[in-house]
T-cell receptor, first 115, second 113 residues
Framework: GAVVSQHPSWVICKSGTSVKIECRSL??????MFWYRQFPKQSLMLMAT?????????EQGVEKDKFLINHASLTLSTLTVTSAHPEDSSFYIC???????????FGAGTRLSVL | AQSVTQLGSHVSVSEGALVLLRCNYS??????LFWYVQYPNQGLQLLLK??????LVKGINGFEAEFKKSETSFHLTKPSAHMSDAAEYFC???????????FGAGTRLFVKA
């Protein structure tokens, strides 16, 4: 099946710094990618829909200035957690799917720990 | 709006026993339904999906699920549990076009030797 690569898999940063997470579709083009957040022992919560060449669509309650999303190409979306704080520590997962096929492939996730 | 309810946050079965994980959905449009498995500190792996074809869907690792419109259910089953099946399982629903996926709260499966 299709492959979605997420990088880095684990990142530790100091409070106040910004962290960028990359999501790549390796063998297909994706005009839309999705970013999820998962707290320990909880489900995945959709944060935003990343749209190639246009602004991301954020879910209610998600701060768009805090979580910057850029989808500059058909194979790459990035999520930047700006001025990270300990409460931003979480597992972030992206997904993407080939056009015309209603299935999403998920990245392996990025565990963010903010000290 | 779409939603998913997974009954039981934890399910424990003995090795070799039947696995039944329950999922009910709500959708105003014909849904696409999925079951994913997640192992600790890993991403999600698709087990199976329903996309309006056969109501009984077979997936990987011996899992299957049956779509029952009258009950708005999509329960996941496996005839005989294996120790390697211990993981978190998520039921999910998406609409037919946007691929926006809504996840259930998850059910953690424990398999006892």
């Amino acid at each position: 099946g299709a492959v979605v690569s997420q990088h880095p898999s684990w990142v530790i940063c100091k409070s106040g710094t910004s962290v960028k997470i990359e999501c790549r579709s390796l063998d297909f083009q994706a005009t839309t990618m999705f970013w999820y957040r998962q707290f320990p022992k909880q489900s995945l919560m959709l944060m935003a829909t990343s749209n190639e060449g246009s602004k991301a669509t954020y879910e209610q309650g998600v701060e768009k200035d805090k979580f910057l999303i850029n989808h500059a190409s058909l194979t790459l979306s990035t999520l930047t957690v700006t001025s990270a704080h300990p409460e931003d520590s979480s597992f972030y997962i992206c997904s993407a799917g080939p056009q015309g096929i209603n299935i999403q492939y998920f990245g392996a996730g990025t565990r963010l720990s903010v000290l | 709006a779409q939603s998913v309810t997974q009954l039981g946050s934890h399910v424990s079965v003995s090795e070799g026993a039947l696995v039944l994980l329950r999922c009910n959905y709500s959708s105003s449009v014909p849904p696409y339904l999925f079951w994913y498995v997640q192992y600790p500190n890993q991403g999600l792996q698709l087990l199976l999906k329903y996309t309006s074809a056969a109501t009984l869907v077979k997936g990987i690792n011996g899992f299957e699920a049956e779509f029952k419109k009258s009950e708005t259910s999509f329960h996941l089953t496996k005839p005989s549990a294996h120790m390697s099946d211990a993981a978190e399982y998520f039921c999910a629903v998406s609409d037919t076009g946007g691929f926006k996926t809504i996840f259930g709260a998850g059910t953690r499966l424990f398999v006892k030797a």
